[in-house]
């Protein structure tokens, strides 16, 4: 049988053929085809929520008494009784101290016993006067005489009136001695103890201060006075509106705005050191909660009521010195939105310029969305932030784009 053998050039037919099969085959293993491109992401949507807004101006303060008294002795003396409890609340007339009275009381019956006899001298002096002018009448005195009598008549009269002003002023020292309230209110610690010597007008015994009403002070910038100026130009008497305008009030450890009361003084300068004015609010304070001294805010009405659009703050974001939001427009792409806002109404910030209801803005997922990019949508609600956002019965439009998840 004859051999076959093969020839250089077949063998090199061979090695090619063999080369191309590898390389196909390589191919065909190493071809993937691309990974789909990942779905839009699920952003939680809402339009404004629309609600009549009254602006308010914070000011932080203090609470002060509307009266204040230190209590002094009108008289010296050693005191004797202290006729009250330390902090109770007093009534106006209520006695409070009592110095020992008894030299104040020996002085007055003195008085009282010089005017007894500066009277009978007066009486005296009134019958002389009288039996000289019968004498004189009769021809029986002279005309000096009688005139000599009535003069010592009317001497005797000014004493009386003299004894009689000393004695009254006793009988004020007297009463004097014992110490009452002036005003209703509550009262300090006694600063003497019984059996101390007290000075006229000298000595501090307590204080006392009022406590209802309650009067709050804080300090303003001069732009919001201008504001509140310019917003009462309209009335006819500007200053006595600002005074009356209401306020609330809300204490270091309470979250609500609990104390109502109304504005009743504003100062007539401003400090030219700070550039702020000096304003004060009257507070009731039945209860007696409220003392002098305690810190707390107090927001004043800042603007008459207007339709503004409410967002959640988290909806909100700060580029450089812009505020902005995200909507999502025609086709499902987010935009941005420039807004200019207001202040936080229960618990939702308020729009002033750049939205209309009819906006479809990004409140929840913003950080998983960029302007120009496609997104998914779903609708909520606005709602304050104690109730929180909840699904609500909404479909979009049928001329929006926007692609929305099964659930409306």
Not at 121 to 129: S, V
Not at 171 to 188: C, D, K, Q
Not at 279 to 292: C, D, H, S
């Amino acid at each position: 049988m004859a051999r076959l053998s093969a020839g250089p050039a077949s063998t090199a037919a061979c090695v090619i053929a063999l080369f191309a099969t590898i390389s196909v085959g390589v191919s065909a293993c190493g071809g993937k085809k691309k990974p789909p491109p990942p779905p839009p992401p699920l952003v939680l949507t809402a339009h404004p929520l629309q609600r009549s807004i009254v602006d308010w101006d914070d000011y932080s303060g203090r609470f002060e008494a509307k009266d204040s008294v230190e209590v002094r002795p009108r008289v010296s003396g050693y005191l004797t009784a202290v006729r009250f409890t330390d902090g109770q609340m007093v009534r106006k007339g209520q006695p409070l101290f009592q110095i020992d009275p008894r030299p104040y009381q020996a002085v007055l019956d003195q008085a009282k016993a010089n005017a007894a006899r500066a009277q009978v001298t007066l009486d005296n002096a009134n019958l002389e006067a009288e039996r000289y002018a019968k004498l004189l009448a009769a021809r029986a005195a002279s005309q000096q005489e009688l005139a000599a009598r009535q003069a010592a008549a009317a001497q005797a009269k000014a004493d009386l009136f003299a004894v009689q002003a000393q004695a009254r002023a006793a009988a004020l020292n007297v009463g004097f001695t014992s110490i009452v309230a002036p005003m209703s209110g509550r009262i300090s610690d006694r600063r003497v103890a019984p059996g101390n010597l007290v000075t006229a007008d000298s000595t501090v015994l307590t204080t006392l201060v009022t406590v209802d009403p309650i009067r709050f002070t804080f300090e303003g910038a001069e732009g919001l006075y201008l504001k509140y100026q310019r917003l009462n130009q309209e009335g006819s008497r500007a200053s006595s509106r600002i005074r009356a305008n209401p306020v609330e009030i809300k204490l270091g450890d309470e979250t609500e705005y609990r104390w109502k009361g109304r504005m009743d003084f504003v100062d007539n300068a401003l400090d030219t050191g700070s550039g702020t004015i000096r304003g004060r609010a009257v507070v009731p304070n039945p209860t007696g909660l409220l003392t002098p001294g305690m810190f707390g805010h107090l927001r004043l009405l800042g603007s008459r009521s207007y339709v503004g659009q409410l967002l959640p703050d988290s909806a909100v974001a700060t580029d450089q010195n812009r505020d902005i939001v995200l909507l999502v427009g025609p086709n499902g792409k987010v935009m941005q939105r420039v807004v200019k806002t207001g202040p936080v109404v229960d618990g939702l910030r308020v729009i002033r310029e750049g939205l209309s209801p009819q906006d479809l803005v990004i409140i929840t997922g913003t950080q998983r969305a960029r302007p120009g990019q496609v997104v998914k949508t779903k609708m909520m609600q606005v709602t304050p932030p104690d109730g929180g956002p909840v699904p609500a019965p909404y479909t979009l439009p049928p001329s929006s784009s926007a692609q929305t998840s099964g659930e409306g």
